[in-house]
């Protein structure tokens, strides 16, 4: 059932036509970093940088309109995932198909389980192979092989973008459980992915508004409970998980996801973090990314496995 779902994705026109999109974007990212590289647009604190390899990741040219490898990743990754499950379910239902497969010797754990993997496996070689393409011409542009932490950080950047992108795939599997039609599960999932994309940062900048701590409470410990509280109800939001999570991984220079007072910074020494010290940081984010993705997933899987399912005649 995996294999049977894996031809059907490739040989469909939406994958080719969203791989293709990735694609030119990647290539564009890519151009984008050299030509940053070439004019030497690299700010004082990346002169220093001795991760040269991972900026390929994300930096861009101020003078080219192009995002970053990883900022396109969090933007058409979720859509790609979208497209992958959308349709996962109501469509079966709808030609009539899924009854007949059910009413074979297979188990409905089996189906709804086929489609997730099938899918998660597409998706994971896809950003394998967008990140090793990135890599391989970061190689050719640069002129050095990436340093064994580099290509950790780099694989782990990669993990982590497949996680993000399979509780946007759960989630289209749900909405595909949900409705009947394929059309409603689609704006249904994009309409949550714009909710978290675009106006839940403009719905916290606005409680940030109203509960701002006023000039006559000024105090360090109001205004710490205050940026606390903001930061709390961002990371509500899977995108900016994801954010946080790949702004560590990508930079090592990146030594605290929340706010400082100057007490913790007294005696620290100005230098990167080592791999082990950034996954302690983002492993809360990560958690909180897997925990959305298999709760998502239970969800669809207790759903499916309690509606009725009739065959047409």
Same mark, same amino acid.
């Given at each position: 059932?995996?294999?049977?779902?894996?031809?059907?994705?490739?040989?469909?026109?939406?994958?080719?036509?969203?791989?293709?999109?990735?694609?030119?974007?990647?290539?564009?990212?890519?151009?984008?970093?050299?030509?940053?590289?070439?004019?030497?647009?690299?700010?004082?604190?990346?002169?220093?940088?001795?991760?040269?390899?991972?900026?390929?990741?994300?930096?861009?040219?101020?003078?080219?309109?192009?995002?970053?490898?990883?900022?396109?990743?969090?933007?058409?990754?979720?859509?790609?995932?979208?497209?992958?499950?959308?349709?996962?379910?109501?469509?079966?239902?709808?030609?009539?198909?899924?009854?007949?497969?059910?009413?074979?010797?297979?188990?409905?754990?089996?189906?709804?389980?086929?489609?997730?993997?099938?899918?998660?496996?597409?998706?994971?070689?896809?950003?394998?192979?967008?990140?090793?393409?990135?890599?391989?011409?970061?190689?050719?542009?640069?002129?050095?092989?990436?340093?064994?932490? #580099?290509?950790?950080?780099?694989?782990?950047?990669?993990?982590?973008?497949?996680?993000?992108?399979?509780?946007?795939?759960?989630?289209?599997?749900?909405?595909?459980?949900?409705?009947?039609?394929?059309?409603?599960?689609?704006?249904?999932?994009?309409?949550?992915?714009?909710?978290?994309?675009?106006?839940?940062?403009?719905?916290?900048?606005?409680?940030?508004?109203?509960?701002?701590?006023?000039?006559?409470?000024?105090?360090?410990?109001?205004?710490?409970?205050?940026?606390?509280?903001?930061?709390?109800?961002?990371?509500?939001?899977?995108? #900016?998980?994801?954010?946080?999570?790949?702004?560590?991984?990508?930079?090592?220079?990146?030594?605290?996801?929340?706010?400082?007072?100057?007490?913790?910074?007294?005696?620290?020494?100005?230098?990167?973090?080592?791999?082990?010290?950034?996954?302690?940081?983002?492993?809360?984010?990560?958690?909180?990314?897997?925990?959305?993705?298999?709760?998502?997933?239970?969800?669809?899987?207790?759903?499916?496995?309690?509606? #009725?399912?009739?065959?047409?005649?």
């Amino acid at each position: 059932m995996v294999g049977k779902e894996i031809g059907d994705h490739i040989r469909s026109w939406r994958f080719g036509i969203l791989i293709g999109i990735i694609v030119l974007a990647c290539i564009g990212s890519i151009y984008s970093a050299v030509t940053a590289i070439r004019n030497g647009s690299l700010d004082e604190q990346s002169a220093g940088d001795t991760f040269l390899f991972l900026r390929m990741f994300t930096l861009t040219s101020p003078s080219l309109s192009v995002p970053s490898f990883a900022t396109f990743l969090s933007w058409l990754g979720p859509l790609l995932g979208i497209a992958l499950g959308f349709d996962a379910v109501n469509s079966e239902r709808n030609k009539g198909t899924l009854g007949r497969l059910l009413s074979q010797p297979i188990y409905r754990d089996d189906f709804i389980i086929a489609k997730f993997v099938s899918s998660l496996f597409l998706i994971a070689v896809v950003v394998f192979s967008l990140g090793f393409l990135v890599m391989g011409l970061s190689l050719f542009t640069i002129g050095y092989p990436p340093t064994p932490e #580099e290509f950790c950080r780099i694989v782990l950047f990669l993990i982590i973008a497949v996680v993000y992108i399979g509780f946007w795939l759960n989630l289209s599997i749900l909405f595909s459980i949900r409705f009947r039609q394929a059309a409603t599960s689609a704006l249904s999932s994009i309409s949550v992915w714009l909710f978290f994309t675009i106006f839940y940062s403009m719905i916290i900048n606005l409680i940030d508004s109203a509960t701002a701590v006023s000039e006559q409470q000024m105090n360090p410990a109001a205004q710490l409970r205050q940026m606390n509280f903001i930061l709390t109800l961002n990371r509500l939001s899977p995108t #900016e998980l994801f954010s946080e999570t790949i702004t560590t991984m990508l930079s090592p220079g990146v030594r605290s996801l929340g706010p400082l007072t100057m007490d913790q910074l007294v005696g620290a020494i100005a230098s990167p973090l080592s791999l082990g010290q950034s996954l302690i940081l983002i492993w809360p984010q990560l958690t909180g990314l897997i925990a959305a993705t298999m709760i998502c997933f239970g969800i669809s899987y207790a759903l499916f496995m309690r509606q #009725e399912i009739r065959s047409r005649a």
